[in-house]
């Protein structure tokens, strides 16, 4: 019988049916994008009104398109760490109804590692642990150990903003919409990635797995409106905009490479998982799998639905729920990042 999975950690309201054999009957993602776009960013007390309003109907939606009664549910799985506490909040008291009131298991699970599990859905070959993990979202920049699923050591990661975030400052510099990787991306098609030089922070330091995007992200600002420029200067348009926006993302993917490079030569993984929403990026997927090609190790990129928020991911709760866990109705959710084992 399948699970139930929930994921309402940032602004996306979203609900999977899963079997068992981690087939993913139906996946409902309600995106929150245009409530949160005239900030330019997610609004936290925007975003669990929201959920409150739509947790429902996507759940709802998911079961039917699954064509599951409620009453056929093994378990309820919902993400509870890391993300905004209000909206993971709202998730977990939709999982502890179902769950309560079918008596079936109650299992928690972390984001972070469940972008990470997506590589492992809809994959012909098994993924061979340990591997080397990267995660870039609006949230997260880190990079992993996968001794398995639900067994992450952290390497390294970003010093200052996430590359999702960065992607959605420059987006905002350059004029563009929300969120930004997507609107970048579009903008940069055409563009000379070498027209303009930007700085890749920390991306020659051989002896750190860390990232860094805040100089990259000031930088663009300072071409886009150099120091004294009124403050009403209009945003580029045509070849300038595509040249800034292409030499942006160049500068932002070789940062990501150049550590994922380094982790993969520190570690000696003969894999390379990656998830989040940066990892839609098609130059950056292009990027890693000729790095991948170069190297001569395997690399696991999710299908673009997969790699913005989901609850199919949330599979990896089968991982727990396989080895006996149940959280029960005292689980809670912990908002923070500061985890090794999930
Ligand atoms: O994983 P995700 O959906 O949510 C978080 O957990 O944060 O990631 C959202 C982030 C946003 O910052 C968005 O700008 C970025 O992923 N993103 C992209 C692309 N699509 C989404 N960044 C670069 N290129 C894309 N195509
Ligand atoms: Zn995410």
Redesign the pocket.
């Given at each position: 019988m399948p699970l139930l999975a929930i994921e309402t950690?940032?602004d996306?309201t979203a609900a999977a049916v899963i079997t068992r054999g981690r087939s993913v009957l139906a996946s409902v993602v309600a995106s929150q994008d245009a409530l949160h776009a005239r900030w330019r960013g997610v609004v936290p007390e925007v975003a669990s009104r929201a959920h409150v309003e739509r947790i429902v109907p996507v759940i709802d939606e998911a079961m039917s398109r699954a064509g599951i009664a409620r009453r056929d549910l093994e378990a309820v799985a919902v993400a509870v760490r890391p993300g905004l506490v209000g909206s993971l909040l709202v998730g977990l008291a939709a999982a502890k109804g179902i769950a309560a009131a079918l008596s079936v298991p109650l299992v928690g699970y972390d984001?972070v590692a469940a972008?990470l599990y997506a590589c492992r859905l809809a994959r012909p070959e098994p993924i061979r642990d340990p591997c080397v993990g990267l995660v870039a979202?609006?949230?997260?920049t880190s990079l992993f150990l996968v001794r398995s699923p639900l067994d992450l050591e952290r390497l390294g990661g970003t010093i200052d903003d996430a590359a999702?975030?960065a992607?959605?400052k420059a987006a905002s510099l350059l004029g563009l919409g929300y969120?930004?990787?997507?609107w970048?991306?579009r903008a940069a098609a055409g563009g000379d990635p070498r027209a303009h030089r930007l700085p890749r922070p920390l991306a020659g330091d051989r002896d750190r797995l860390d990232f860094s995007f805040s100089g990259l992200k000031t930088a663009l600002r300072y071409l886009v409106r150099p120091p004294g420029a009124p403050a009403d200067t209009p945003p580029p348009t045509g070849r300038r905009l595509a040249d800034l926006a292409a030499s942006f993302q160049q500068a932002a993917v070789d940062s990501i490479v150049a550590k994922i490079d380094l982790a993969l030569a520190r570690t000696g993984c003969r894999t390379l998982l990656v998830g989040?929403?940066?990892t839609?990026?098609a130059l950056l997927r292009a990027t890693l799998e000729a790095l991948a090609h170069d190297r001569g190790v395997a690399v696991a990129i999710p299908p673009r639905e997969l790699?913005?928020?989901n609850a199919a991911m949330g599979a990896i709760a089968w991982e727990r729920i396989e080895r006996g866990d149940d959280d029960g109705l005292d689980l809670d959710v912990r908002p923070g990042t500061d985890r090794r084992r999930t």
């Open positions: 950690t940032c996306e984001h972008h979202s609006g949230g997260h999702g975030e992607f959605d969120p930004g990787g997507p970048i991306e989040g929403g940066v839609a990026n790699c913005t928020d």
